[in-house]
């Protein structure tokens, strides 16, 4: 039986299927995730799109949301788009399979370094590298608003590279972002789209030929993980999680990282670990722009922990002390989950929904565009409003109806990192600067391997310490 089969079960699917090319005219090549989720509309709780010769099934509800994050029944899946990564990115913690050993390893290994002990050494990092984006914006006022997306990329891109490798990557001391980011971005393009030549007759020659064609940019990554690695052989400090995963053997069992695998967890940091975290700071900056009162909000309350002093930076403690900021963090990945969504497969043969039979090779794809505006679970779901993440509020949704960061053992690792990066950033911010956008602008989201705004700028204007003091 084909993977995904399903007992021969089909779902409505969007209008317009063709003979071979199935459901490919729905998806827009620059924006296939929000076309999908827009010829969705109104096919119900589950549906389903065949692209070429692959099929996607998809849940956009709470509720079998809920059944599906059922760890005891399901577990991750690795969908076409995600298990052609594992060129670039083999059995490295996003893209292992479940049953990989290197998996179970390098969780045990890695697990420590992302404890709140762990953030608390990071903090300083995170410091650092915000004050340093917003001198280096201060230095650059006259030149114009500045363009969020790429600012935030650079920012939680140094932000990684310093401290989970200790490396400097002078994102700050150029206009252009670094190279690695349009290397990174090409190669995962092309990894998207060998995924779907390979479901083609002739499919593995047309993957070859993409390979050689982009073998400029994936040399280029190779070249700089070989140099990476290369600065810290032959020291055995374990500072960070570079030096954790070169030097640290597992207590029980002694086992180390392979070398092989420590390229494709380096590689998995870097594009797991900072475009993410910019896409829910440059949407939640885009809300604050949009919403004066959640804005004067925010600042009222980053004034009061941070004081009279614009460019006062927090102490690790005062970080969990931004609800409000980190309710905006949260409703701004709500309204767009950066990681779209994640897949999950039965571990055993069973029902979903009491209704829908699947074996351990059909997965469904949590849509969670869908699920987290779910209008069973959520009132006015366009609206952005904070205070939905008032604790109060969060106890009277259904579990698992809010599932940014993915579920169970295979959910994000780097969870507490980001929301405390970018919680810090989004106080320091608007403590330091005013700013406004565009009146004119009309969000543009565009699809890299997360969600980005694009085009989207902010006109800054520092504020001075007597405004502060007002306030
Ligand atoms: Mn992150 C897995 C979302 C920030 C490193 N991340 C996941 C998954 C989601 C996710 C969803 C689960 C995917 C799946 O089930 O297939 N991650 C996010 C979001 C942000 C984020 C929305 C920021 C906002 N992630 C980060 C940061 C790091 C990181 C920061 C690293 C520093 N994430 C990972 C890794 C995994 C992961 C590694 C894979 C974990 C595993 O399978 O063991």
């Known amino acids: 039986m084909a993977r995904n089969d399903w007992h021969g079960r089909q779902f409505p699917h969007p209008g317009r299927r063709r003979p071979v090319i199935g459901d490919l005219l729905t998806v827009d090549r620059s924006s296939p995730i929000q076309s999908m989720l827009e010829a969705s509309r109104g096919l119900g709780p589950i549906w389903e799109l065949r692209v070429l010769r692959e099929r996607l099934v998809f849940v956009g509800t709470a509720e079998l949301t809920a059944e599906l994050c059922d760890e005891t029944r399901f577990c991750k899946a690795l969908p076409p788009a995600v298990d052609a990564l594992r060129d670039y990115a083999g059995d490295g913690l996003f893209t292992a399979y479940n049953h990989e050993p290197n998996w179970q390893l390098a969780h045990e290994l890695l697990v420590p370094a992302f404890t709140k002990s762990a953030m608390r050494s990071y903090h300083p990092v995170m410091v650092e590298t915000a004050s340093e984006l917003f001198d280096y914006w201060e230095r650059r006022l006259a030149d114009g608003p500045v363009d969020v997306s790429r600012d935030m990329t650079k920012l939680t891109m140094e932000t990684l590279t310093r401290s989970a490798f200790s490396r400097d990557f002078g994102s700050f001391r150029t206009a252009e972002a670094h190279p690695f980011v349009a290397a990174m971005v090409t190669a995962l393009e092309t990894g998207r789209r060998k995924g779907t030549v390979r479901t083609l007759p002739g499919g593995s020659a047309l993957a070859w030929l993409l390979d050689r064609r982009y073998a400029r940019h994936t040399d280029y990554l190779d070249s700089m993980l070989d140099e990476l690695i290369a600065t810290r052989s032959g020291s ?144 006015d779901p366009d609206r952005f409003d904070p205070d939905r993440f008032l604790p109060g509020n969060v106890k009277k949704r259904p579990p698992h109806s809010y599932k940014p960061f993915g579920a169970g053992l295979r959910s994000c690792i780097g969870r507490q990192f980001a929301i405390h990066e970018a919680v810090l950033v989004l106080a320091t911010l608007i403590h330091r600067f005013d700013f406004e956008g565009d009146p004119g602008y009309d969000l543009r989201v565009t699809e890299r391997l997360t969600m980005l705004p694009e085009g989207f700028e902010l006109t800054l204007r520092p504020r001075a310490r007597s405004e502060v003091a007002a306030s």
């Not at 002390?321 to 309710?327: L, N």
């Not at 767009?336 to 069973?350: H, I, K, L, M, N």
């Open 236 to 379: 055995d400090e374990q500072h960070d999680l570079l030096g954790i995963m070169l030097n640290v053997a597992h207590p029980e069992t002694g086992e180390k990282l392979e070398p092989v695998n420590i390229r494709y967890q380096i590689l998995t940091f870097l594009v797991a670990g900072h475009e993410t975290t910019s896409g829910a700071l440059s949407f939640a900056l885009h809300y604050l722009a949009r919403n004066p009162d959640c804005l004067a909000r925010a600042r009222s309350e980053a004034d009061e922990i941070l004081g009279d002093d614009p460019t006062a930076m927090p102490e690790f403690e005062q970080v969990a002390k931004f609800r409000y900021i980190r309710r905006v963090l949260d409703e701004s990945l709500r309204i767009w989950p950066t990681v779209p969504g994640f897949a999950r497969a039965p571990r055993e043969s069973t029902v979903l929904a009491d209704e829908y039979r699947m074996d351990p090779d059909d997965y469904a794809i949590v849509s969670l565009g869908a699920v987290h505006k779910d209008p069973a679970v959520w009132d």
